[in-house]
């Protein structure tokens, strides 16, 4: 059953994706493109990867996708304001969508089946009781250091953009 959701799950990423690299319409591809995040994430969640699908929701599904969609709205684009893309952009995507498929299949040259069967998989690999029990004790020091570095950053900001009175 775990299976069966795992490729239909995987099939509407894949499927969202595609539509979002050929969709005419640009409010239609960031809202397939918001599909394809949510999948990417119950894709994570049911490789036992839970931290993984909880930021790739908030992160990339709700902030910058929100974002991208307000863009669009805010820039109100039209079919006129649109230029005519030259032969050279489109022989250039073509090449780079050639290279990029001749790497793929390179990467797949040497793939073995046997990778895929794990004899005893551990289920408590990627859960985020594992993971605070990492930052909180062994990597303590460099999360502390990541957040006096955010809150430099936050003050500087601050600076920055308070206005002289």
């Known amino acids: ?10 099939f509407l990423a894949v499927s969202s994706a595609v539509y979002f690299v050929f ?10 493109l918001i599909v ?12 036992n ?13 709700g902030a910058i996708m929100v974002l991208f969609l307000y863009i669009l709205m ?11 893309k030259s032969n050279y952009l489109k022989f250039a995507g073509i090449f780079a969508g050639g290279l990029l498929l001749v790497g793929v299949l390179g990467a797949f040259k040497g793939f073995q ?5 794990v004899p005893n998989p551990d289920s408590s690999i990627g859960l985020t009781k594992n993971l605070g029990y990492l930052l909180f004790n062994e990597y ?9 570095l955010i809150l430099a950053g936050i003050v500087g900001a601050v600076l920055i953009g308070k206005r002289d009175l």
């Open 140 to 148: 303590v020091l460099p999360f502390e250091l990541a957040s006096i």
């Open 74 to 84: 805010m820039l109100n684009l039209n079919k006129e304001d649109e230029g005519v």
């Open 49 to 61: 990867a839970q931290f993984l699908g909880i930021v790739q929701i908030i992160v990339y599904a």
């Open 113 to 117: 089946e046997d990778l895929i069967s």
């Open 23 to 32: 969709a005419r319409n640009a409010m239609y591809a960031i809202l397939s």
């Open 36 to 47: 394809t995040m949510f999948s990417i994430a119950g894709l994570y969640i049911l490789l």
């Open 1 to 10: 059953m775990e299976q069966i959701i795992f490729f239909l799950v995987a």
